[in-house]
């Protein structure tokens, strides 16, 4: 489930209000809140979606898992998802290396 | 014409509500939808696409992405394509869908291409297209649907259906979410592209699919088809969402203490996966997939490893406890009964695409791999857009048709009994997510189920309108009731083992049931069986 928002890194551009496909985030007049967690599918989007790298969903599908966003900030973790699919201009080349075809039919 | 004239046209409407005037109305933002949303609206049909989340990233194709039942035009490759699949479904294809579903992928492929869709180039320079990553995929589909021209309501759930007094479907009211008021779109055609139902089961991007699509094509009388086919279980990290299995063809299953699970794999072994989980806990390790694989693993499904990475597993050399998660009839293949080659359905004006429609076509009583649901999509959203852009431009003047509202179940004042949604989602789960109600069938079983839950609708049915705020989720829980119970009634009336349906009381295939199930209903659920041979679907008037 989504846990954090990263306060310093948010803009509050509000990209993950509009794009949480079960509106788990709410506007405030700054930095989004996460107003419904339970209502979390787990589905990473919102940290494509997210400019900045500020937002960090946690693996667990039915359980919280409070993060500490400060030991969060030393790993890799923040935007790691974006630059794996090849959504950050440093890793664009990586949207079109989908090796799907030498592993199907395995 | 300028693509202003195209557009849907905003009607005044009271405060608290807005309204617009469409030829088609698609109800559902996925592949399904945005294919059908793009090619209404190059018929020249005015377009709105009303989503429950947010067209782009909502339904099991954003997150998930999906491997494509696509193959050249090599009538060797076709044939062999077409015939490896029937055995596993039951023999319960028609071959000219399967060769139509075929050629339309190829065609809508081509067009992904030309609109900068990233196919990766093999080593010998070849596009392969037979794999789409989703957030990429529909963020372009997203794209292509503004540009031409159709109308996005993004967090605008559907809730109900509009009737003119022949009782065609004439457009859909729902919610605004966001901006917390209401919505209605008059139509002269509507496309219902709301994917399958997941019964909340946190499969990968599927907690949006309720069957909300269903329950409102039924409260207009719409019938089901094949809904026995609907107990798709799809493998992830007991822990996690990710629920993508085509890795675990890697995998070796285990038992606590460290034994093999005999017989169990991800394709042709699930079972026995779901036997050992009865027992107890379930692990896995990818410990067939060597360097290569691996690196290839990597690169094409990069989400796979989030709940790897994320809790420090090494899945190649660490064992981890997997689940078997419901995915109802989203890898399943009922759905709405389709009843020509424009994707109709049996009521006037009503279209069905993806998953929301049967895919007995081309996918008999099995996915669950193999990339049909992916192809069907794109094709089934293709040719309903076609469709019901046809039929709209062919309906007479109706800016003055009367409109009714179709909804019942949570809109009614009864008593003075509450509907309380959670409480009901969990009834029906508590009777769809067993191994052994579900996936392991059987007459008492079923039978007691049923009685269940058909009491759970005497009690919704009788239970007071939903307030403003629980209204969505009360229509939610209702649709995963209603879709319940036309897949158990379905499973009792098919007295075999065929597909995905497996009865542990009639273990074999009967040669004599080489039909489908039709269903429909929701006081009185009803079943009915039309033949495999004699299913003749009329050619398309487009
Ligand atoms: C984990 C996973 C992996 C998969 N892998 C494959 C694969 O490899 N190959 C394959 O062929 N298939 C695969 N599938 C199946 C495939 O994803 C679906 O068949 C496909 O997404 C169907 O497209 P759709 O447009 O019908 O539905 P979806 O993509 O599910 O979209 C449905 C849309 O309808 C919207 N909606 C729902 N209710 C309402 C409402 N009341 N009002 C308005 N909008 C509503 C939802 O928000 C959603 O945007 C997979 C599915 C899952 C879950
Ligand atoms: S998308 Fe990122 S930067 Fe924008 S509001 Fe959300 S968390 Fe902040
Ligand atoms: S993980 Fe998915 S459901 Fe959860 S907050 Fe992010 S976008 Fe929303």
Known sequence: MIEVIDAERCTSCDICVNVCPTNVFDKTDGIPVIARQSDCQTCFLCELYCPEDALYVAPYADTRCPTDVVALRQTAAFGSYRRAVGWTDETRDLRGIDRSYLLFGH | MTTNDRRAERLAAPDGSVEFDADVLVIGGGPAGTWAAVSAAERGARVVLADKGFCGTSGATAAAGTGVWFVDPDPALRETAMASREKMGGYLQDRRWMARVL?????????????????????????????????????????RTKQAGVTILDHSPALELLVDDDGAVAGASGLRRQKHDRWTVRARAVVIATGGCAFLSKTLGSNVLTGDGYLMAAEVGAEFSSME???????????????????????????????????????????????????????????????????????????????????????????????????????????????????????????????????????????????????????????????????????GPTRQRRLASAGSVAFRSRSNRPFEPAALAKVVQDEVYPYELNYFRDASRLEGALARLDAAWADASAADAASKDDLLRARESAAMLATSRWMYRSALARTESRGMHRRDDYPDQDVRQRHYVTSGGLDDVWTAVRSHADAVYAEAAE
Request: charged share 20%; glycine share 12%; aromatic share 12%.
């Open chain 2, 229 to 395: 086919f609907s107990n798709a279980y799809a493998i992830s990290p007991a822990f996690g969402s990710v629920t993508k299995t085509l890795f675990y063809g890697w995998a070796t299953f285990s038992y606590e203490d460290g034994s093999v699970v005999p017989g169990a794999a991800s394709k042709g072994g699930r079972s026995a996966i779901a036997r050992a989980l009865l027992q107890g806990p379930v692990y896995a390790r990818l410990d067939m997939a060597d360097d290569d694989v691996q690196r290839d693993m990597r690169a094409s499904q990069p989400n796979f490893f989030l709940p790897f990475d994320r809790t420090g597993i090494d899945p190649f050399s660490e064992r981890f406890p997997v689940t078997l998660r419901l995915e109802g009839t989203v890898r399943g293949t009922g759905g709405l009964r389709i009843v020509d080659d424009s994707c109709a359905t049996s009521v006037p004006g009503l279209y069905a695409a993806g998953d929301a429609a049967t895919r007995e076509l081309i996918c008999g009583g099995f996915t669950g791999g193999g990339s049909h649901n992916a192809a069907w999509a794109m094709s089934s959203g293709t040719w309903a857009g076609w469709g019901a852009a046809g039929y709209a431009r062919q309906l």
């Open chain 2, 103 to 143: 050629d339309q992928t190829y065609q809508d492929s081509d067009r992904l291409a030309a609109w900068g869709y990233p196919y990766p180039v093999d080593d010998s320079g070849k596009s392969q297209r037979n794999s789409l990553q989703g957030p990429e995929y529909m963020r372009l589909m997203r794209k």
